[in-house]
């Protein structure tokens, strides 16, 4: 069975920066795309960054020029470089992923447990 695991999230203070990373595991074959979405209290689950291959990216207006999102394709990983972060940055940071099961199954999305990113003074 597929899974995702996340892990970098955390506590920092206005300015700083984390960095995320999500491995994925499970009889992985080949990925069409990774991504992080973020979910805080209230508010439905929104992207924040999308990779795709061959490596086109996606960027919440709200994250651009502050959010990097790179791939390690051999360690079948994801990362977020999240800097100069804001309180409004606050929330559950979810990994999902987009992969090829089988020529049965096809392609399809999973979901990571989420990490808890707060930026707070």
């Known amino acids: 069975q597929v899974q995702l695991v996340e892990s970098g999230g955390g506590l920092v203070q206005p300015g700083g920066s984390l960095r995320l990373s999500c491995a994925a595991s499970g009889g992985i074959i080949s990925i069409r795309a990774m991504g992080w979405y973020r979910q805080a209290p209230g508010k439905q689950r929104e992207l924040v960054a999308t990779v795709t291959t061959p490596g086109a990216t996606n960027y919440a207006d709200s994250v651009k020029g502050r959010f990097t999102i790179t791939r390690d394709n051999a360690k079948n990983t994801v990362y977020l470089q999240m800097n100069s972060l804001k309180p409004e940055d606050t929330a559950v940071y979810y990994c999902?992923?987009?992969?090829?099961?089988?020529?049965?199954?096809?392609?399809?999305?999973?979901w990571g447990q989420g990490t808890q990113v707060t930026v707070s003074s």
């Open positions: 999902n992923a987009d992969l090829w099961r089988s020529q049965l199954i096809g392609f399809r999305e999973y």
